[in-house]
């Protein structure tokens, strides 16, 4: 189920305690790493942007997945941490309570400079990204908005209806 949150605080504020707490570390590691970046929520997924995606973060029930962006942007990582999947671009931690951010932080300053040095033409789209992440767009199709009825009760009628309410005029 993809969240109806619009913001990534809003997010962080719908997910259980040991979920927020994780998720909020890992992207306020990520906003303090790399600067410049754009924060938004699509897809039920934290994006950060910096000439088209660049990473991703997205909270499961028993764990937190970080989607990069950049192929080799976890080099020399590979024997860190056995959540490295570099085939789908993702660090998977499993234990929320000992996160290595550590390998995120390496991860995510590795990511700005491969991206920096790219030229534009050859950014990865996000549909390629979502690809590469096996994410499907129809799984991650935005949640539809929230429309909230307001029914002001100060102007019902009374009793016996239009009547009732010529007679008190």
């Keep these: 189920m993809v969240p109806a949150a619009t913001t990534v605080g809003g997010y962080l504020q719908s997910l259980p305690n040991d979920r927020r707490v994780a998720m909020a570390r890992v992207c306020s590691m990520i906003r303090r790493s790399a600067r410049g970046v754009r924060e938004s929520m699509r897809f039920g997924l934290a994006f950060y942007e910096l000439d088209g995606p660049i990473f991703a973060v997205k909270s499961h029930e028993k764990s937190l997945t970080l989607y990069y962006a950049e192929q080799d942007a976890a080099a020399g990582n590979e024997g860190r941490w056995k959540g490295l999947d570099q085939e789908h671009r993702c660090v998977n931690f499993r234990d929320l309570n000992c996160l290595p951010l550590d390998v995120v932080e390496g991860i995510v300053r590795n990511s700005l400079k491969l991206r920096r040095s ?51 005029k």
Excluded: K
């Excluded at 690809?131 to 009825?149: C, M, T």
């Design 118 to 168: 790219r030229p534009v033409e050859e950014m990865p789209s996000q549909a390629e990204l979502l690809e590469v992440w096996g994410i499907r767009e129809e799984d991650a199709a935005v949640a539809p908005p929230i429309v909230r009825i307001v029914v002001n009760h100060d102007e019902e009628q009374p009793e016996g209806g239009q009547e009732a309410a010529s007679a008190a």
